[in-house]
């Protein structure tokens, strides 16, 4: 199985600020990458696609890049409601694998 | 508007059998291009992905489970089903199904998740 970590594993954060969480494959994805947001009680959401690609209806203060092994997301100016746990997935080869969720909560 | 519905039992013993049933509203699922998928989320391993399923029956599975488990399609019903046997206490989770445009595609569409305890 390919291995997805997340760092930082937790972040704390002001409205407004920046917010930059990275996740690494264990062996090259290309760039099957994808990012969720996820909140309490609530399903995942899906955030970007195929590395870098803006899901229909997600604010552009989300954005991400990468491919091979190394994979960033960036909320440009955090707001309130992106206050979550946020995983990568990868869908390279089977199994699907997740990371393990970065928390981003209110510093 | 697509809409998935997980339903089942909210407490099965060890051992035993669950079988969970995801209803879809919004779109046929015999005739979309669509995989159906089950995904579960446990404090301790995080989330994993079960398997995917097209409706004409050609399915993936997750090694690790693929021995126990099993997804179908009711095209009458417009819903699809997993059976996961011989349960344990790891298997305690939320379980989510879900939509995806193919196989190794991402997830763009879930349910709301029910969860499973495994518990005698």
């Known amino acids: 199985d390919i291995q997805m970590t997340q760092s930082p594993s937790s972040l704390s954060a002001s409205v407004g600020d920046r917010v930059t969480i990275t996740c690494r494959a264990s062996?090259?994805?290309?760039?099957?990458l994808h990012w969720y947001q996820q909140k309490p009680g609530k399903a995942p959401k899906l955030l970007i696609y195929?590395?870098?690609s803006l899901q229909s209806g997600v604010p552009s203060r989300f954005s991400a890049s990468g491919s091979g092994t190394d994979f960033t997301l960036t909320i440009s100016s955090l707001q309130p409601e992106d206050f979550a746990t946020y995983y990568c997935q990868q869908s390279y080869s089977i199994p699907d694998t997740f990371g393990p969720g970065t928390k981003v909560d209110l510093k | 508007q697509l809409q998935l519905q997980e339903s089942g039992p909210g407490r099965v013993k060890p051992s035993e059998t669950l079988s969970l049933t995801c209803t879809v509203s919004?779109?046929?699922?015999?005739?979309?291009?669509?995989?159906w998928a089950w995904i579960r989320q446990s404090p301790g391993k995080g989330l994993e992905w079960i398997g995917s399923m097209f409706y004409s029956g050609t399915t993936y599975y997750n090694p690790s489970l693929k021995s126990r488990v099993a997804m179908s399609v009711d095209t009458s019903k417009n819903h699809f089903s997993l059976r996961l046997t011989s349960l344990t206490a790891a298997d305690t989770a939320v379980y989510y199904c879900?939509?995806?445009?193919?196989?190794?595609?991402?997830?763009?569409?879930w349910g709301q998740g029910t969860l499973v305890t495994v518990s005698s």
């Open positions: 062996q090259s994805i290309s760039t099957y």
């Open positions: 919004g779109v046929s699922i015999s005739s979309s291009s669509y995989y």
């Open positions: 879900a939509r995806r445009l193919n196989w190794n595609y991402p997830i763009d569409y």
């Open positions: 195929a590395a870098s």
